[in-house]
């Protein structure tokens, strides 16, 4: 066979036509922006800044490229960065340890591949889905960054000059380009080599593209894996390190929607979020194409404003910039779409297609739709099902699923009444305790359902955000009524939730990606609709939504009757009330009604379900717009409470509604979950808040740290879901000791 016909034969695995198409997408955008505003894009200081600025992205980036490849993900890369940066500033500067360089970068390196190993770790030997552990790990990484900053910024000028061969790193060098271009194009050179064309990169692509077909052909897949997450970490670590030695101090805000940007990157890049294709070149041109774009966003367009000074009139030079929020928007909407690409132009080759057509030739096969090589009906929980049914009394109610949240819920409050016998048994401040539940609560009765059938939802803290803003927007700015605002608040919410549900269960992209964009999307628009700035000053009839039964009572100009009724009107919320009809409602359509046993059919197996004649597509909408709607309403109520809106409304919801329901009995893998389980679950979570927050002998742990705590919570049910319920870990145990009783017995007789 001809050279040249073998050549055209064998898939490029450097380079190839996508990346060309990259190239020269960027030099449109690039001349666009130049044509735009000239002053910034039109000099070569700013091609230069763009270089330096896309270095650090694209460094981690490489690692990404072989954590998609494996067909898993990374969400922690942008939380890793900034606590290396973080933890490195601790070190080094003289305010803090004051520690020498050599010893400061060692600790920083250590501590980046020993995340990437428990990222690993969790994904392959413990089996947590890989956004679970991921997700998790980035906010215990967010909750220790803010923890260790006291959300203050680290500089260390002047102890920099000490070490200036590292801190040189970050700036320019005699050939006039910054350094760590060079370190990124070094990286990028040997993470291309490597992949394209070592065992490493062979095995990386045969475990994403077929991980049974690969554990067939003898390939350590487990291994595989977890060397792409350290990898992946440790591209976040040199990215850290030399940020932190450009800027030679750290901000709170290091590594913000940083996992964001570098997934689109690889995703724009051609790697495809189903796993087996992937190109460094290409991660690395998306990588530039990301952070060109946001460069355009954020640079503004160059204005002339006429300003009046007493009777004289000025013209001055300004720039028109988006407002606060746009570019979280962008970058949500950019991951949805570049996901999206895989699917309906890749895999379709829209392109060759379309070139082959305007060339007269007969069209590219299609890529093989599939590679999955053997998959069995899966059926989880059976052996805990079986132990439930069986047992009888007490046992019975201890076998139940959601037992464990009951119980804590009753260790957690009697932990809390001996420490603050003071505080807790008084009925005002217990009260206090369920109003904070009530939110919670209301987040999870609608989660309930999307894990149940099979989904996760990771926009339910942004779109209760996104629903509040609106209401308090229409409030402020546009003086509304409160039944306007109402309405645009849930129209807002329920409008986000329509987008979870036509992207996931419509187009059909993984759920946890498509509200992942959605998480950034809403947040985004939450800070657009108040110009990031917080909102107070309404009629006090909307205030009523938040309000104590008593006070309501009070506005309509009824008294009650001293007594137990008053009483309990001057304690309890019709945000609680609310919460309680909402549930029960709900509640009791999960567990006795034909749509309820759908959702865990669809949960359970979704393939059987189909079979048998379940609409799961429609069962899937139905759950998410509900865990948008519940959202919506915590959001409304949220406004109504507080009497304001701050866009940082609803942070860190979405790791309590989920860690809720799987402490409540859910499984992460669907098919599971009770109202009971799950409204318990978050009273563990309100309690476990609530005791760390207590002032006990003058200490109460700052907010950060819990959200740490929480995470590790978190991990925790999500294993004892795996291993316990599912597994049946203890029960596996039990059996092999009685045989080895057993086996002992024999030998002794």
């Known amino acids: 066979m001809p050279a040249e016909a073998l050549a055209r034969r064998l898939p490029p695995q450097l380079v190839g036509g996508w990346e060309m198409g990259l190239l020269a997408l960027l030099a449109l955008i690039y001349l666009g922006g130049a044509a735009v505003n000239p002053t910034f894009f039109g000099s070569p200081e700013a091609f230069h800044a763009l270089l330096r600025d896309t270095s650090r992205v694209a460094i981690i980036a490489v690692g990404m490229t072989f954590v998609i490849i494996n067909k898993d993900l990374d969400l922690s890369v942008g939380s890793i960065y900034g606590l290396v940066a973080v933890v490195f500033a601790r070190l080094f500067a003289p305010s803090f340890a004051d520690l020498d360089i050599v010893t400061s970068v060692t600790v920083c390196v250590l501590l980046g591949m020993v995340i990437g190993l428990i990222n690993g770790v969790l994904v392959t030997i413990l089996k947590v889905p890989a956004f679970i552990a991921t997700l998790t790990t980035l906010l215990i990484g967010r909750g220790f960054v803010l923890a260790l900053t006291r959300g203050q910024a680290i500089y260390y000028p002047g102890k920099a000059k000490e070490a200036p061969l590292f801190f040189h790193l970050g700036e320019t060098n005699v050939f006039g380009f910054n350094n760590q271009i060079a370190i990124f194009a070094v990286v990028a050179v040997i993470g291309a080599y490597v992949l394209a064309n070592t065992r490493w990169g062979y095995e990386t692509f045969a475990t994403g593209g077929n991980e049974q077909a690969a554990v067939y052909a003898g390939i350590p897949t487990n291994w595989v894996r977890i060397r792409a997450y350290l990898l992946s970490s440790l591209c976040a670590t040199v990215a850290g390190l030399l940020s932190a030695a450009q800027d030679k101090g750290v901000t709170p805000l290091y590594g913000v929607s940083g996992e964001l940007t570098v997934i689109a990157a690889v995703i724009i890049g051609g790697a495809s979020i189903l796993g087996g294709r992937g190109r460094v070149a290409g991660s690395c041109l998306g990588a530039t194409l990301v952070v060109l774009l946001d460069k355009v966003l954020r640079e503004g367009l160059p204005i002339t404003r006429t300003i009046k000074i007493g ?3 000025v013209t001055v030079n300004a720039v028109y910039s988006l407002p606060v929020g746009a570019v979280p928007v962008f970058l949500g909407l950019l991951l949805v779409i570049a996901v999206l690409i895989e699917p309906y132009l890749i895999r379709r080759q829209v392109a060759a297609r379309l070139w082959a057509w305007l060339r007269g030739r007969p069209p ?16 989880k929980g059976a052996m805990a099902t079986d132990i439930a049914l069986s047992a009888t009394g007490f046992g019975k109610f201890l076998a139940r699923r959601d037992a464990l949240a009951v119980i804590l819920t ?7 009444l001996f420490l603050r016998p003071d505080y807790w048994w008084n009925l005002s401040n217990t009260f206090a305790i369920l109003l904070n539940y009530t939110e919670l609560a209301l987040i999870t009765v609608g989660l309930t359902y999307v894990i149940a059938a099979g989904d996760i939802d990771l926009s339910v803290g942004a779109v209760l955000a996104l629903a509040g803003s609106a209401a308090a927007y229409f409030l402020k700015v546009l003086g509304a009524d409160p039944v306007t605002a109402v309405a645009m608040g849930l129209l807002a919410g329920m409008l986000a939730g329509l987008v979870n549900a036509v992207v996931a269960v419509g187009l059909k992209l993984p ?3 498509a509200t992942l964009g959605m998480f950034y999307i809403a947040r985004g628009l939450a800070a657009w609709f108040v110009a990031g700035q917080q909102l107070t000053g309404w009629p006090e009839g909307y205030n009523l939504l938040g309000r104590k039964v008593n006070d309501i009572l009070l506005h309509f100009n009824i008294v009650l009757p001293d007594g137990i009724l008053k009483t309990l009107a001057e304690v309890v919320s019709v945000q609680t009330i609310w919460m309680i009809f909402v549930a029960l409602i709900a509640g009791i359509v999960l567990a006795y009604t034909p749509f309820g046993q759908k959702v865990y059919a669809t949960g359970g197996n979704i393939r059987a379900a189909a079979y048998a004649g379940i609409n799961t597509n429609r069962v899937r909408f139905i759950s998410l717009m ?4 519940c959202a919506t309403m915590a959001g409304i109520i ?6 304001s809106f701050n866009p940082v409304a609803g942070q860190f919801r979405e790791l309590d509604a989920i860690a809720s329901v799987i402490i409540g009995g859910g499984s992460i893998f669907g098919g599971y979950g009770t109202m009971l389980g799950s409204l318990a679950g978050a009273a563990v979570i309100t309690l476990v808040r609530s005791l760390l927050q207590l002032n006990v002998q003058g200490f109460s742990m700052p907010q950060h740290w819990i959200n740490v705590f929480i995470g590790v919570i978190l991990i925790a049910a999500v294993l004892i879901d795996i291993w316990v319920r599912q597994a049946n870990l203890f029960g596996r145990l039990r059996a092999r000791l009685a045989r080895r009783a057993r086996t002992q017995e024999t030998i002794h007789a």
């Open 311 to 313: 009777e004289e009139e």
């Open 364 to 379: 590219p096969p299609a890529f093989e739709i599939g590679g999955v090589a053997l998959e069995g009906v899966v059926t």
């Open 410 to 416: 009753v260790v957690l409050w009697l932990t809390g």
């Open 511 to 513: 759920a946890f990606i």
């Open 626 to 629: 509900l865990a948008a709607f």
């Open 638 to 643: 949220n406004v109504a409470y507080f009497r």
